[in-house]
């Protein structure tokens, strides 16, 4: 009997990353699977900024930003709340609301959140607006194998994405860092002036995999 031993190769399909400075990713369909995985092999935090640039038209509670590891669904979430009118801030499953009145659709938003586990306080910079320091988690860090996706809540580990909280519209420019960023150091993301990129997750420089539906556009440029 004849065996034949085939030799396997694995090729690993790790995404090279990819500059998409003037680049968008539009997410155009309100769907349960559209997304963009963004990949780090950093994990163990122990203070986390994530700053984004949303636009959207959309009504209905969407996320903005997800992140969980295999111990917390909701270890670092950005997540709209519609009738409520918040934003909800979340780091190591708990949460904090913060009242949003400014959350003005069909227009590009700032948004950043800042955790870090010493003080165990998390803010909301809103168009470079600073909230007031909300207490959520102290003294234990956000571990184990990171999963972070745009699009869509990861509810759990394993993916079972909600339609109804799902993004639909325009994202850009998310940066997530591994402490917590000075207000000079926010303002200078607000305003798009020099800053240094997220060292966790760098738009310039984005390893990702996109899911469905989701296209990269080119930032368009007001025609005066
Ligand atoms: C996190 O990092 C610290 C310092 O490097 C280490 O002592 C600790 O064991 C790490 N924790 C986990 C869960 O990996
Ligand atoms: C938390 O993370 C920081 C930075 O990675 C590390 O220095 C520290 O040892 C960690 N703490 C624990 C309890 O793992
Ligand atoms: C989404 O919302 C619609 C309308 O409110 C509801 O009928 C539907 O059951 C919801 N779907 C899920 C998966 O929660």
């Not at 969980?68 to 409520?84: G, H, K, V």
Request: some cysteine; charged content about 20%.
């Amino acid at each position: 009997m004849k065996v034949l031993l085939l030799l396997v190769m694995l090729t690993t399909c790790a995404a090279s990353p990819q500059d998409l400075s003037d680049k968008i990713f539009t997410f155009p369909l309100r769907t349960n699977t559209a997304r963009v995985k963004l990949i780090t092999s950093r994990e163990n935090f122990s203070a986390v900024t994530v700053c984004l640039r949303s636009f959207t038209d959309n009504t209905r509670d969407h996320i903005l930003f997800s992140l969980a590891t295999p111990s917390n669904d909701y270890d670092f979430l950005m997540l709209r709340q519609a009738i409520e009118n918040t934003i909800d801030l979340y780091s190591r499953n708990n949460v904090a609301v913060f009242t949003e009145p400014d959350y003005t659709l069909n227009t590009w938003h700032s948004i950043c959140s800042t955790w870090d586990s010493e003080s165990g306080l998390v803010q909301l910079w809103f168009d470079g607006q600073p909230s007031m320091r909300k207490f959520v988690s102290s003294g234990s860090n956000i571990t184990g194998h990171t999963r972070i996706v745009l699009g869509q809540v990861l509810d759990a580990y394993d993916g079972g994405f909600d339609i109804n909280q799902s993004f639909v519209g325009m994202l850009t420019d998310v940066h997530m860092w591994d402490h917590v960023l000075s207000p000079c150091e926010i303002q200078d993301y607000v305003q798009e002036l020099n800053f240094s990129p997220g060292n966790v997750l760098n738009w310039r420089a984005l390893e990702f995999q996109i899911v469905d539906k989701v296209l990269i556009e080119n930032k368009k440029r007001t025609c005066y």
